[in-house]
T-cell receptor
Framework: AQSVTQPDIHITVSEGASLELRCNYS??????LFWYVQSPGQGLQLLLK??????LVQGIKGFEAEFKRSQSSFNLRKPSVHWSDAAEYFC??????????FGRGTSLIVHP | NAGVTQTPKFQVLKTGQSMTLQCAQD?????MYWYRQDPGMGLRLIYY???????DKGEVPNGYNVSRLNKREFSLRLESAAPSQTSVYFC?????????????FGEGSRLTVL
């Protein structure tokens, strides 16, 4: 069975500061990994995904994530946060079922 | 391009009432999903349909039924609503469960059961 943990429920950063959101997964083999963003009152939108190859993947809106097999992690990063990045962020993992399992989400608060 | 459309966006029910949430996608996707989102719980899969004519249970199917009406439409029915079903419901679609790719989500349906 696959599972994903997002250890931080809330993260608060100042506008212009760097950001790292944590994601740890559990799966017996190399999984497929995703980050989604949910703006208030909206559905989820894909930020980026990792299937194979280069462990550093680039996404939309200036986000990137790094797959670290040794740490079972897929952390999301952004060098400089904008106020419009305030949202809920979900990490998701797909294993053999090809159905994604989502983490509980991390709420990002951006102070001006 | 509408993507995934859910109706209604808001609904208030009394305990024991029934209702159907409708979902339609215009991307010619094979697979469709229903998730519920609760505070601190993330998204949990209720049912999914890998292709037209098939449906399967997800993590939290109790109290729900689904119908894959055709390739475009996938409905979620609550036969006898309970307060525990108060939640935000999301429909999503993807090209195929056999192809690991992006899920496209609707804007959600907020359901309150009194």
């Amino acid at each position: 069975a696959q599972s994903v943990t997002q250890p931080d429920i809330h993260i608060t950063v100042s506008e212009g500061a760097s950001l790292e959101l944590r994601c740890n997964y559990s799966y017996g083999a190399t999984p497929y990994l995703f980050w989604y963003v949910q703006s208030p009152g909206q559905g989820l939108q894909l930020l980026l995904k990792y299937f194979s190859g280069d462990t550093l993947v680039q996404g939309i809106k200036g986000f990137e994530a790094e797959f670290k097999r040794s740490q079972s992690s897929f952390n999301l990063r952004k060098p400089s946060v904008h106020w419009s990045d305030a949202a809920e962020y979900f990490c998701a993992v797909e294993g053999g079922s090809y159905i994604p399992t989502f983490g509980r989400g991390t709420s990002l608060i951006v102070h001006p | 391009n509408a993507g995934v459309t859910q109706t209604p966006k808001f609904q208030v029910l009394k305990t024991g009432q029934s209702m159907t949430l409708q979902c339609a996608q215009d991307m010619n996707h094979n697979s469709m999903y229903w998730y519920r989102q609760d505070p601190g719980m993330g998204l949990r899969l209720i049912y999914y349909s890998a292709s037209e004519g098939t449906t399967d249970k997800g993590e939290v199917p109790n109290g729900y039924n689904v119908s894959r009406l055709n390739k475009r439409e996938f409905s979620l029915r609550l036969e006898s609503a309970a307060p525990s079903q108060t939640s935000v419901y999301f429909c999503a679609s993807s090209e195929s469960t056999g192809y690991t790719g992006e899920l496209f989500f609707g804007e959600g349906s907020r359901l309150t059961v009194l």
